[in-house]
C-alpha cells in the first residue's frame, strides 16, 4: 500500500495529498505547499481508506465473522479445540 498522507499548509490553509516516504524519495519534513510553496505544513490524521474493490459489505464481514468465529469469541473457542488436540495427540504418541 502507498502511503498517501494529507497534508494543511499553516501559511494559507490550502489542503492536498501528498505521497511520502522511501520508495517515493520523499520524507514528510520535505513537503512544501503546492499553492504557496511555505515549508510550514502540519500532517493531518488521515481516516483508513481501501479501495472499493476490498471492503467488505456488512453481510460478508458478518458471514466472515460467522464463519471465522471472530465475533461471539469463536477464536478463543477454536484456540481451546485445538490444543485439545495437540494434548490428546501428544498422549496418544506418547503411549504408543
Do not use: W
Not at 30 to 50: L, M
Not at 51 to 73: A, C, F, H
Request: include cysteine; proline fraction near 5%; charged fraction near 35%.
Amino acid at each position: 500500500m502507498v502511503p498517501i498522507y494529507e497534508f494543511v499548509c499553516e501559511s494559507c490553509g490550502h489542503r492536498f495529498e501528498e505521497l511520502v516516504g522511501s520508495h517515493v524519495g520523499r520524507d514528510a519534513a520535505d513537503v512544501a505547499c503546492p499553492e504557496c510553496r511555505s515549508a510550514k505544513v502540519e500532517r493531518q490524521v488521515s481516516s483508513s481508506y481501501a479501495p472499493p474493490s476490498r471492503r467488505l459489505t456488512p453481510n460478508q464481514r458478518r458471514r466472515l465473522e460467522d464463519k471465522r468465529g471472530v465475533d461471539r469469541g469463536g477464536a478463543k473457542e477454536r484456540f481451546k479445540r485445538q490444543r485439545a488436540a495437540e494434548r490428546s495427540a501428544a498422549r496418544r504418541r506418547g503411549t504408543s
